[in-house]
């Protein structure tokens, strides 16, 4: 059983950055014996893959709309996974999730994501 948190969203113009948080409470297992994902959702949307870590942090993987723009990262001993972003697009505009994978590779399938946070609104304002 994880349960996941996320913080850090909010409003900023075109161009900016914002860093994203995901605090997890985890019970039977560790932190770094899962998977980590990011994933967003637009109005009327369906929710997509934005980043994963693999356990270690050793193995990232992003979305093409997003490479180069967002990094994703991982500090097992504070039980945290990351998402800064930055040269925000109003095109990034959406609910931001962290999710957990048993997985033992990074997957961009949300049916891979067992755990999911209940949220953080981003917005881009043009």
């Known amino acids: 059983q994880v349960q996941l948190v996320e913080s850090g969203g909010g409003l900023v113009q075109a161009g900016g950055s914002l860093r994203l948080s995901c605090g997890a409470s985890?019970?039977?297992?560790?932190?770094?014996?899962?998977?980590m994902g990011w994933f967003r959702q637009a109005p009327g949307k369906e929710r997509t893959f934005v980043a994963g870590?693999?356990?270690?942090?050793?193995?990232?993987y992003y979305a093409d709309s997003v490479k180069g723009r967002f990094t994703i990262s991982r500090d097992n001993a504070k039980n945290t996974v990351y998402l800064q972003m930055n040269s925000l697009k109003p095109e990034d505009t959406a609910v931001y999730y962290c999710?957990?994978?048993?997985?033992?590779?990074?997957?961009?399938?949300?049916?891979?994501?067992?755990?999911w946070g209940q949220g953080t609104q981003v917005t881009v304002s043009s």
């Open positions: 870590i693999s356990r270690s942090g050793g193995s990232t």
């Open positions: 999710a957990a994978s048993s997985s033992v590779v990074v997957t961009t399938s949300a049916v891979q994501y067992r755990y």
């Open positions: 985890a019970s039977g297992r560790t932190f770094s014996t899962y998977t």
